[in-house]
């Protein structure tokens, strides 16, 4: 059933690694896949109907389709071969569609950007994999080359992290790839503006808070699906309300204060590679 387009929340659930992790600088991000499963379980019963990101952006703020009645958006980050062996075949058995994120950089590899938490040896999806993954109906999107926190870097670096990152995925998949995520969820004004340079038509951050149909088609806020999280945990996740525009407010210059605290502390490290290289 489809109902008229009025201001709605709409849940953007955020995965990583479907897994099992007993590491604790990691675990948070792995969803057991019996957890997993009894999710997807929940919102078949529920009668949820998941879409994926550039679905939502069509008929927000496109097409102006109406959106289902129960909608509810599946996103997975980083890709992680796992999610071929144990989220794809219970998507597939639902009949549900998802958008994964790919750092290409490590496409055919391991996740050597999470070696400081003793997770830099997790497979990541072959090329292979996330061509039959893109044919099984999952929209590919853009989560940089390098996973690197884009709004440290110099714009040119960051420029060519998202677009490397979506030429690789356009010449990979044979088609057009419009959404993007950003890496750790950190964004800024110039980085949203080079994703939308880039030909790209949405992109998700984090923010650990419910998105709308009022929501910035390139700052979707989304809400992490943690790890053993049962059906009832995930119902009280997805009736979480709209957060107040005041907490809102209160986490854009939160938000700022740090990425100050971490474009320093890049810059420092970027002269001393510099000197080390250089001497």
Same mark, same amino acid.
């Given at each position: ?85 144990? /989220? %794809?075949?219970? $998507? #597939? ?8 994120? @790919? !750092? ?114 390139? /700052? %979707?806020?989304? $809400? #992490? ?8 945990? @995930? !119902? ?44």
């Amino acid at each position: 059933m489809l109902v008229k387009q009025e201001k709605k929340q709409i849940p953007i659930l955020m995965y990583h690694s479907i897994a099992q992790s007993t590491n604790p600088k990691f675990k948070q991000f792995a969803v057991p896949p019996a957890s997993f499963a009894e999710q997807m379980t929940y919102l078949h019963q529920h009668a949820y109907t998941p879409i994926n990101v550039t679905q939502l952006a069509h008929m927000l703020w496109k097409e102006r389709f109406a959106l289902p009645e129960r909608p509810v958006v599946l996103t997975f980050d980083d890709g992680f071969a796992d999610f071929f062996t144990n /989220a %794809l075949p219970v $998507l #597939q058995h639902y009949g549900f569609t998802a958008t994964l994120y @790919l !750092a290409t950089g490590f496409i055919g590899s391991t996740s050597r950007w999470l070696a400081r938490e003793g997770e830099g040896t997790r497979s990541m999806l072959t090329w292979d994999q996330v061509r039959e993954i893109g044919a099984c109906g999952i929209e590919c999107g853009g989560h940089s080359h390098w996973h690197p926190q884009l709004d440290t870097l110099p714009l040119a670096e960051a420029r060519d992290e998202i677009v490397r990152c979506k030429k690789l995925l356009e010449d990979h998949l044979g088609q057009k790839v419009w959404s993007f995520a950003y890496p750790y969820g950190y964004h800024s004004e110039a980085i949203k503006r080079l994703v939308r340079e880039a030909g790209y038509t949405s992109a998700c951050a984090v923010g650990y808070a419910m998105s709308s149909t009022t929501a910035d088609p390139f /700052a %979707l806020e989304r $809400l #992490q699906v943690e790890a053993d999280m049962s059906g009832d945990d @995930l !119902a009280a996740l997805l009736a979480r309300p709209i957060q107040p525009i005041g907490t809102r407010i209160y986490k854009r210059f939160r938000t700022a204060g740090w990425r100050l605290v971490r474009r320093y502390s890049a810059s420092v490290t970027r002269q001393l590679q510099g000197r080390l290289e250089s001497g």
